[in-house]
């Protein structure tokens, strides 16, 4: 998958990769929903089309954001997985949230996983990174 | 202009507003390097084609994240500034370019006005927001 990168600024590379409407969707319900399956991604309340969730799984996978692989007990099914360098996306996501709670108010912070650890956000993102470790060694056992 | 929203979700909300290759790259040039004017956002190095930089400006400001105005001293050119809810996405922007930095090594933090202070996001956050904001009282003064 070739992918163009538009400058040397940090910034628009992160956005070149990252920055679609779908991407951190998918990196929000496996970082705070626990979510593994291309089924599970694809009933997301946002309604993603199965095209397009193949197309970002490819993406995210290609840039090792995720890792894709098999369970023993399970041959059929694809788990997808974060990387470190997804799971060092909390950071990102929980600024995203924040300031959606702030300004979109329509929209409900109560949702995400993510209550009542507002002041300390260093703390809020050390618990989802080690909630998301957690469950990976869980699941990779 | 219409948007439509996904969910109440204020991830997805959020990327539903933002969540493209170019809306945060604007908001870079305005916050970091003090970009005003439709002249300026169109030199950046990523070479934005003038008319998404136009869509870009005008969802922006339809969403109250810029205000446009006129300085008494110029009529003819608009000048574009960032509201409180442009300069609070400077926590995500930093996020943003922070992983930039770490896992796209290729791309360099050091083009960014962001040195020395990683250690201390609270404090650049802050700085950042604060020079933004004496770049604004000084414009419209």
Tied chains: 1, 2.
Excluded: H
């Excluded at 319900?29 to 993603?48: A, N, P, R, V, W």
């Amino acid at each position: 998958m070739k992918k163009s990168f538009r400058s040397s600024c940090p910034i628009s590379s992160t956005l070149d990769l990252l920055g679609d409407k779908w991407s951190l969707v998918i990196v929000r319900d496996m970082l705070l929903f626990g979510k593994q399956t291309f089924k599970e991604f694809s009933q997301s309340q946002e309604g993603i089309a199965t095209g397009i969730l193949a197309s970002r799984l490819k993406k995210l996978e290609t840039f090792r954001l995720i890792t894709k692989r098999k369970l023993p007990e399970n041959q059929k099914e694809n788990i997808y997985l974060l990387t470190k360098k997804g799971v060092d996306l909390a950071p990102l996501i929980v600024e995203v949230a924040y300031w959606g709670d702030k300004y979109m108010p329509e929209y409900n912070l109560e949702l995400l996983p993510l209550k009542g650890l507002k002041a300390d956000k260093a703390s809020l993102i050390k618990q989802i990174q080690n909630n998301y470790n957690s469950i990976f060694e869980k699941t990779i056992r």
